[in-house]
């Protein structure tokens, strides 16, 4: 009896051994935001190297977190416009997105290699949520997942408006990089 | 009119529009300031501010919020990313909760000196609160610079 419960309490314990290792993390990942218009002399386009990303490889959920007031611009007044009149972070200071991997089967995340994939969620930013899909990469080495994006978001479908006096600098839609380096969470 | 105040007064609309267009180019290309030559609104540990965040993230928000605040605590762990940004985490070693600073590129050097289980304060700005039950809650602050104590 007392063998079947040690075998039965190893047997949780490795289980939720696994459990945690099936997620992977940062804290360091980077987003770009580039928002220049064609038209455009200069460039618009802030970084924010603080953001959060966590993704479950069994289920594929991954989620990212965001705060607004992380982005750093080369001009000061751009920085304070992005914070003030756009995405107005004291109000609304984080940007969270939750979503899934869609082909999630077809990533091998114990070999090493580069995996495209299909990302699926919902991003709430300024309030507003909204369903957004893209293309990624995923890319596996020495045990390290490396994931990255490219996509963009409509500035109207999250209600931020863009004054028409600024609106050959600024487009209509902000081009988002996210660039992820995660480690196994322990 | 004589010709002389014609000529003043073309002058001086000249020169205003001169004045005003040199303080628009000078704004405009204005740089964020280095945040270890401003003086630090709150002085406060690791452990206050953390306190502060999580039993009321409103307040704490306009309060901290886009503030330079000074944070003392103990050096929990100092990461380099791919670029060579060092991001200093300051807290307690047994909670997943810390303090998270990301260096300004220009003080960047700063990090690369310190070690683990250091008693520091650094400055910067605060960007804000990322709780995550899973992942520990965490304290932002960016354009960090190191101050030894």
């Given at each position: 009896m007392k063998k079947i419960s040690t075998v039965f309490i190893l047997f949780i314990l490795s289980f939720q051994a696994i459990q945690a290792q099936g997620k992977f993390f940062t804290k360091t990942g980077k987003i770009n935001f580039n928002a220049t218009?064609?038209?455009?002399?200069e460039k618009i386009e802030g970084v924010n190297k603080a953001v959060t990303c966590v993704i479950d490889i069994k289920t594929g959920n991954m989620q990212f977190a965001v705060l607004m007031k992380g982005f750093e611009f080369e001009r000061a007044l751009m920085e304070e416009h992005f914070n003030e009149n756009y995405v107005e972070s004291s109000k609304f200071p984080k940007t969270e997105f939750k979503g899934s991997v869609?082909?999630?089967?077809?990533?091998?995340?114990?070999?090493d290699g580069v995996y495209p994939v299909k990302v699926k969620g919902k991003l709430t930013m300024h309030g507003e949520t909204k369903e957004v899909e893209t293309d990624g990469k995923i890319s596996i080495k020495g045990g390290k997942i490396n994931a990255t994006a490219s996509f963009s978001v409509a500035f109207a479908d999250y209600k931020i408006t863009i004054p028409t006096l600024v609106s050959d600098k600024i487009a209509k839609k902000a081009n988002i990089e996210v660039d992820c380096s995660l480690e196994p969470l322990k | 009119m004589t010709r002389k105040t014609i000529k003043y007064s073309f002058g001086a609309v000249v020169l205003i529009i001169a004045v005003s267009a040199f303080f628009a180019y000078k704004e405009y290309n204005r740089k964020q300031k280095d945040v270890a030559e401003l003086s630090a609104a709150y002085t406060l540990s690791s452990d206050e501010i953390l306190k502060a965040f999580s039993t009321d993230e409103k307040a704490a928000n306009l309060k901290y919020l886009d503030k330079v605040i000074s944070i003392k605590g103990i050096l929990k762990s100092n990461n380099k990313d791919d670029e060579g940004t060092y991001t200093v985490v300051l807290g307690d070693?047994?909670?997943?909760?810390s303090v998270r600073c990301t260096m300004d590129s220009i003080h960047n050097g700063e990090a690369a000196l310190l070690k683990t289980g250091e008693s520091i304060s650094v400055k910067g700005v605060c960007t804000g609160f990322n709780a995550d039950e899973m992942l520990g809650s965490d304290v932002i602050l960016n354009r960090c610079s190191i101050k030894n104590n």
């Open positions: 218009a064609p038209s455009s002399p869609s082909n999630n089967a077809t990533v091998n995340y114990t070999k | 070693s047994s909670s997943m909760s």
